[in-house]
């Protein structure tokens, strides 16, 4: 029997209340269960409990065992003074607030039906990757949907804070914060660290000094990245080493170049190669006067569409890397990766300006946008096709991912509505 189980049903009332009573006899009566904490000091705040011929306003402490109260050394914690009730599973001993008073205990063992505690077991030991598989059909479509709902938020809440870490770390500049954040998603998945250590390194706005003259930025953005490093029978590469010597010098920014060797080109197709993606974030940045704006006041997918279909350089049309030509072909950002672009950094970013300024609109607009997506293809969100529930916008299977990740696999069904519902005395 575990702590959050106990929570569960403290907060749920799923207990016996006939006969309610501590274990010295007082009769109870629970008007309010209290407010769940999730900081530090007593597990449920400002519960409203009649215990004899009393009504309290305080605290509500849960523990397996009611001598877990001294083995977590509440007794000496002036903090837990204002406990009104100690909830436990095993009454073992009789406890004391740090002010030497008694502290009033309830015992639920007895009190706990057998076939929750069966179901509760069943549901976080089972062997499923979506722990309710087989009872997930079953449940109302309602309670779905709110779960949904709640995960998209919750996801793009925890994006944004990162984001806005970020932020705290650049003196809240936005420019900054956007293009490190969007640099890091040019990379995918593959080389996202590679283009976020560039982002670091290359500031924006040395890139928007010289963003009139795609040359420059072009060989900043090379140069930086460690591929002009030595000398090649190309003319483009040598182009761009010359150009970088003389801006290294000008800006100093010897210390602070990439290795080539931490781009990885393995297993990628050519369109998907480091050097033609550098391309493409190159040609786009010479033609923004604005990161953060453009993104941040998008509102609709197609906007962004047209804002990230820019094409790379002459050069790129007829090369995956320098000094080897290839076959023609077109260096522009896919639908699939702008879309990838929109789901994991313009949505991201709205919901951290939304967050930041205060301004609720904002993470409704990432949620617009998500909706305007088409849903994401991979292996959680086929998980729940397989349920029945597939997907039909990116909303949803970011809410899907969301649900998977931080719940079903960490075998969080009590803080899930679907969970609860399927624990639910009489429907589980």
């Known amino acids: 029997m575990n702590e959050s189980f106990l929570h569960y049903v403290w907060q749920m009332q799923y207990f016996q209340k006939e006969g309610l009573a501590t274990t010295h006899g007082e009769p109870i009566t629970v008007f309010k269960t209290g407010t769940p904490n999730k900081n530090a000091g007593p597990d449920f705040l ?78 976080v030991n089972s062997g499923a990757e979506i722990p309710c598989a087989r009872s997930f059909p079953t449940v109302p479509p309602i309670y779905k949907t709110t779960m949904l709902e709640r995960m998209v938020v919750e996801r793009l809440e925890q994006k944004a804070e990162e984001i806005l870490v970020i932020l705290a770390t650049h003196q809240h500049d936005w420019e900054q914060t956007a293009f490190q954040v969007l640099a890091r998603n040019f990379g995918f998945k593959v080389n996202a660290e590679p283009f976020a250590r560039l982002a670091q390194a290359l500031p924006w706005k040395l890139i ?12 900043l953005i090379f140069g930086m990245a460690g591929f002009l490093e030595t000398q090649m029978s190309d003319t483009y590469h040598e182009q761009l080493r010359r150009e970088f010597q003389t801006l290294e ?20 197709r050519p369109a998907n190669f480091p050097t033609v993606r550098l391309a493409q974030w190159s040609a786009w940045l010479s033609n923004q006067s604005t990161l953060y704006t453009s993104l941040v006041e998008a509102t609709h997918a197609r906007e962004l569409f047209t804002l990230f279909r820019e094409t790379a350089g002459d050069y790129w049309h007829h090369h995956y890397r320098f000094g080897k030509k290839a076959r023609a072909f077109q260096p522009t950002l896919g639908f699939e990766s702008i879309e990838n672009i929109i789901i994991n950094t313009v949505a991201p970013l709205q919901a951290a300006a939304g967050k930041w300024y205060g301004q609720h609109e904002l993470i409704e607009r990432a949620c617009a946008l998500l909706q305007q997506l088409p849903a994401e293809k991979n292996q959680v969100t086929r998980l729940w096709t397989t349920l029945g529930w597939p997907a039909n916008s990116a909303f949803q299977s970011q809410g899907n991912i969301q649900l998977y990740r931080h719940y079903c696999e960490k075998r969080r069904c009590l803080s899930c509505a679907i969970g609860n519902q399927v624990l639910k005395p009489g429907q589980a």
């Open 208 to 219: 928007a000094k010289y963003r009139h003259n795609a040359l420059r930025v072009e060989a």
């Open 249 to 268: 010098a000008l800006h100093q920014l010897s210390g602070q170049k990439l290795k080539a060797s931490i781009w990885r080109f393995l297993r990628l």
């Open 46 to 123: 400002q519960a409203r409990i009649k215990i004899g011929n009393l009504e309290w306003n305080g605290h509500v402490e849960i523990h397996r065992k009611a001598s877990d109260w001294q083995a977590h050394h509440h007794q000496h914690d002036e903090a837990y003074n204002n406990v009104v009730l100690h909830v436990v599973w095993d009454a073992d001993q009789e406890m004391a607030r740090a002010d030497r008073t008694g502290l009033p205990c309830l015992e639920l063992k007895s009190r706990v039906a057998p076939h929750l505690v069966h179901a509760y077991t069943q549901l």
